[in-house]
């Protein structure tokens, strides 16, 4: 049996152009690295769902208390939405209340989750859901969805705005006001953090995010 011809086969890589330095082999592995992860970060469905929750605080013991979930087809924002404030049945901290203004007066009669819950199922469907920071929103929804015995949203359906902009400034500040600034979205009067106005900045973040990635020029995601 001849041997493997190591030399010959590279001389015949280099003659078509398809011999690469080990400089070169490194990049193109890194660029397949990047497009799986832009490709888990953004998949480019039809629909999404852009979402926001606020909450009595960070634990799971800890309830919704504002929820905003926004339509897009195509990546177009529609005029579909659910907007609710929900009676959390706890006690509101008031270092908590301070950072999204809702307390239990105001809130007391207001919804449960679980009057709204099944209606959210429902608009959220098959569809995919952008968020800042998902794990904390996809927790505290699953949180909610768990305690009534429902079907709970799995980590693949969600696409996280937070790791995209780590992924594109890694040195920067990646919250939400920070990118907002970065971008020269204005927020008008924003004191305190709302879920509706959070979505709405969401969304605006989101489109600039994605141009950043077409130029970074990682992936051309858009064709998958």
Excluded at 61 to 74: A, G, P, R
Excluded at 133 to 158: G, P, Q, T, V, Y
Excluded at 170 to 193: V, Y
Aim: hydrophobic content about 35%.
């Amino acid at each position: 049996m001849v041997g493997f011809d190591y030399q010959k086969w590279k001389k015949e890589k280099i003659s078509k152009g398809k011999w690469l330095s080990k400089k070169d082999y490194k990049n193109k592995k890194k660029k397949r690295k990047d497009y799986k992860f832009i490709k888990s970060l953004i998949r480019d469905t039809e629909r999404k769902i852009f979402f926001d929750t606020e909450t009595t605080g960070l634990t799971n013991s800890d309830k919704i208390v504002e929820i905003c979930l926004w339509e897009t087809i195509n990546d177009i924002k529609t005029d579909n939405y659910l907007h609710f404030y929900f009676n959390p049945q706890q006690e509101i901290p008031p270092e908590v209340v301070k950072i999204h203004g809702l307390n239990n007066d105001f809130l007391k009669d207001k919804p449960l989750f679980s009057e709204k819950c099944q209606q959210i199922i429902d608009f959220i469907g098959d569809s995919n859901l952008v968020a800042h920071n998902a794990s904390f929103d996809r927790r505290m929804l699953n949180n909610e969805l768990a305690r009534l015995n429902k079907n709970i949203f799995a980590k693949h359906k969600f696409i996280d705005t937070l790791k995209i902009s780590r992924f594109l400034f890694p040195k920067e500040k990646n919250n939400q006001d920070a990118l907002c600034q970065r971008f020269n979205i204005l927020q008008r009067d924003r004191e305190i953090h709302t879920a509706k106005g959070d979505v709405e900045l969401l969304y605006k973040v989101y489109l600039n995010l994605k141009d950043k990635l077409k130029g970074k020029n990682v992936i051309d995601f858009f064709l998958y």
